[in-house]
């Protein structure tokens, strides 16, 4: 798998998710293994050329992240290319476009989605910014604004002809949102409308089977996970396992989930202080209790813990409460185990039952209202 200059040891792909893929949940994600490119939350192009507190703490990096892309969004061509410039003196290995968001306050002045109706203005844009800097530029997109305006192949062959070094495209349209299925033959439109660089697909991938049936449905180059990373953050080790052996590993048990939890939350303090940093843990702390089985305690407990402290407190607490769901051997009782889990590794893995997973909740209703 190879972007632009850089040859890479995996094709799964973290993608961004506004709200979540911060650098403590990246280095999570690359010390469990499987990923070898991540991108950041969607920046402002301009909060990052004036130099807004909050852009930069979402730029931020370490020496760890080898590969990463900054994700920006906005419709000024001199802002774009500016930050891209910005972008590339920091060190960074490559910048991605968003042209994919729904969200009407990204739409509203002319980036996310809204880039896909305008393609010569687009490419435009790009052009300037593949001029600007060395590092690649790649795309995120859908697959148009709405059932009736499908662009995603003519976008493609548009920004490759700019000169991007990939397109990361989510198989769905604007106007769906979240909603319903994503759309593979969508994914193998662009595919093919292609001709040198490598199109990622995106959407519902929340299992290793998902990922093979995405890749093998689509005839894209690589797969790249979003909230089916935060839902399971094994997810790429396990993929990249299944995809080269055929084999499932069995999914990680309690003590490593609650060994990986308390180093993402060690790398919340280091980031973002203590306090601020356990508070922003209470959501990823519930999704990792998703795969203890029986959880109710810990769940009522993570909505107040502000310490290191006290999150060990309600950790300790929380495995006398769990005590009698056990066996002698210190494993759920097969009652109370989590039912995906068993799907996970016992059922065909290719099976449509078992290819999607609960993920993120999203927002509901029209996406012009989000």
Known sequence: MRIGPYELDSNLFLSPLAGYTNLPFRLVVREI?????????LVNARSL???????????STCPAEKRLAVQLFGAV???????AVMVEAMGIASVDINMGCPVKKVTGIGGGSAMMTELNKTAALVRGMVAAVKIPITAKMRLGWDENNLTAPDLARVLEDAGVAAIFVHGRTRAQGFGGTVNLAGIRAVVQAVKHIPVIGNGDVTTPGAAKHMLAETGCAGVSIGRGAFYNPWIFRDTQHYLKTGELRPEAGYAERVTVMRRHLELMIEFYGEDFGCRLFRKPAAWYAKRFG???EFKKGITQF?????FEALLTAYEKWRAPFLDERGELKAQYRPGAMVA?????????AVLRRESIPVPKGPVDVW
Do not use: C, H, I, Y
């Open 294 to 296: 029986p959880a109710k």
């Open 33 to 41: 293994g499987g990923v070898d490119w991540t991108t950041t939350d």
């Open 344 to 352: 996970s590794f016992m059922l065909d893995p290719d099976d449509p």
């Open 49 to 59: 050329l004036e130099k807004n507190k909050r852009a930069l703490q979402m730029v």
């Open 77 to 83: 061509p001199e802002e774009m290319r500016d930050a």
């Open 306 to 310: 502000g310490t290191r402290a006290e």
